[in-house]
């Protein structure tokens, strides 16, 4: 599995997990009311699950698929825009 394939594979569970915890900021709203636990627990179950992105480096200099400069972008980057590595190429 190539740098870029895991990385869009974990593009693809923080969406499912954004969708999860809007739901459930949502139905806990619904039935109890506003509740600042219920939009913490959700806000700190994403930064769990989005720990492996910084992991997700290019193979050649080591940049994160997801920066772009300074900014963050939920979809990785298929070419690395710092060193110019396909990494939707298998090179390990
Ligand atoms: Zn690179």
Partial sequence: MTT???????AKRMLGALT????????????????????AIAIIGLVAANRPMLRMNCTTCGKNLFF????????????CGKCGTDLAEASD
């Fill in 4 to 10: 870029y394939q895991s990385a869009l594979a974990h």
């Fill in 68 to 79: 772009r400069g300074i900014f963050v972008v939920p979809w990785p980057n298929k070419v």
């Fill in 20 to 39: 999860i915890a809007i739901l459930l900021v949502l139905v806990i709203d619904q039935f109890f009311g506003h509740s600042t636990i219920a939009f």
